[in-house]
């Protein structure tokens, strides 16, 4: 049959793939959903469907002075997290974009490298690392590890926009007398803003859900949110989990919701 006899393929015809589509969305929201619902249960124990409706593990969570610490420190690992791994990233993305560094693509697997390393080794190997030098239960030692695990992010983000940004026109700017920083400032970074936004967002949201480095870093006055979770799921079943996994859920929405709509206005 010729190409202009040929018939698009009917939406029936791709039923199957719409189903298939429809059953793996399902599995991947479904656990999401059950948590949100659960967390509105007046129970004390988890269970679903609720039996009665109640904003009490809400009230719980925002009126303990042990999950508002926790919050409190999550929220500044996060936020610094995101301020040191975004210009870094940033500026690896660039340079192996450039290919004006030795070795670029042993540099790139370098960067990536705790994307593929399994995260118990990494918890492991930091803990042993920072017993030696002392930074165990400080907030410096998990900004350091977290801008390990949200480096790889912003590369990869940063580096997909470059790919897709034509470099002669930095190069313009600067055969007009602009220097490299004037040029990547006013020239490149503007049309870069929405990749190296969403890199930040990533690495926020990396930071403030990461739970099994924080397992063995953190203690003390410096314990995040995520490894007070997991105590609380070890010592006992506390429906206050679901609550706050519940309000993580929304945050994370919330989060790169505004990545696409500063995207849209860009």
């Not at 990533?202 to 924080?214: C, G, K, L, Q, R």
């Amino acid at each position: 049959m010729s190409a202009e006899n040929a018939l698009p393929i009917s939406h029936w015809q791709r039923l199957w793939l719409y189903l298939l589509g429809g059953l793996v969305m399902l599995f991947l929201i479904a656990p999401s959903v059950i948590i949100v619902i659960m967390s509105f249960s007046g129970s004390t124990l988890l269970q679903f469907p609720p039996e009665q409706w109640s904003l009490r593990w809400y009230e719980s969570y925002f009126g303990s002075v042990e999950w508002r610490d926790a919050t409190i420190v999550s929220v500044k690992v996060a936020v610094m997290t995101a301020i040191v791994a975004t210009p870094l990233g940033t500026a690896a993305a660039y340079a192996i974009n450039a290919g004006t560094l030795r070795l670029t693509g042993a540099i790139n697997a370098l960067l990536t490298a705790s994307l593929i390393i399994p995260v118990i080794l990494i918890g492991i190997g930091t803990f042993f690392l920072y017993a030696r030098i002392g930074l165990n239960n400080t907030l410096t030692g998990l900004v350091i590890a977290h801008t390990v695990q949200a480096l790889p992010l912003v590369v990869l983000t940063v580096l997909s926009g470059l790919r897709s940004y034509d470099m002669n026109q930095e190069m313009v700017a600067r055969s007009l007398g602009a220097g490299r920083f004037a040029a990547f400032f006013q020239v490149t970074m503007p049309q870069l803003r929405f990749s190296i936004v969403s890199g930040a967002l990533f690495a926020f949201i990396t930071s403030f859900d990461e739970v099994v480095v924080s397992l063995f870093i953190s203690g003390g006055e410096t314990t995040t949110l995520t490894r007070r979770m997991f105590n609380a799921l070890r010592d006992q079943i506390d429906p206050t989990i679901a609550a706050i996994s519940t309000c993580l859920i929304v945050l994370s929405i919330v989060l790169l919701s505004a990545a696409q709509l500063f995207g849209r206005g860009r």
